[in-house]
């Protein structure tokens, strides 16, 4: 066990930390605002005129994404329901919107190289892994992202030999679906009370009150706009504002 400190907010008897990818240990920013606007040029290239507002309902104002937006906290499916929801506001059928929708996100991501090494680890997050996995600490991975895209980022940057499980949200509800988080608590073989949650999005807030963790780190350094958690225990900037103690 060890305690966790941040800015003067600790955190004791801590077996296990359960970190978010995207814009949390992963810098996303550039890839995501990309991805979103190429989804929302194919599906204009269908149904002309619906472009802006599809940038809109993705997070997106001009080079900007929200880091409270739908393409930075959704996931995949979420995204397409979006959006087909203003596909079918042209007059198409929602079997057909859907089809539509789910045959631009596909084509998106024929145009995308390998969105790993699109997405490097954010500054900090090497070090705190290694000095994690140093104190004894179990670490988990818990992403909106698919499982393969949190397996290919791990293995990318050799993060892989540190963590103990990394899930997507393939086959669940949402990231704080009780069955996921019970499957993670069960496999690390620890209580909700000896987990630290670490993201930077109010589904992370979700996740750990849903876990019942001991505490809820809000990091605040993945995205270029400032992101507010006011609902987490302690808000950081760096990686480095973490403290393993033993």
Known sequence: M?????KGTQFNNVRAILFDKDGT??????FLRNLAQRRSRLIDAQIPGVQEPLLM??????????PAGLTA???????EVAAAAYVAETGRGWVESLSIVRSAFSEA???SLCKAEQTPPTEGAAQLLETLMVKGLKIAVLSADSTHQVEAFTKAYQFAPHIQIQLGVDGYRSKSDPVL???ILS???VTPEEVVVVGDAATDVEVARNLGAI?????TGGWSTAVSLSQADVQIEKFAQIEVLT
Do not use: M, P, W
């Open 215 to 219: 505490g809820f780190i809000g990091f």
């Open 181 to 183: 988080l019970q499957r």
């Open 57 to 66: 309902a993705f997070g997106i104002e001009g080079d900007r994404i929200d």
């Open 2 to 6: 060890a305690t966790i400190r941040c």
């Open 73 to 79: 906290v959704g996931t995949r499916q979420e995204n």
């Open 109 to 111: 991501d024929k145009h």
């Open 187 to 189: 496999f690390l073989e």
């Open 25 to 30: 240990l992963a810098n996303s920013e550039a």
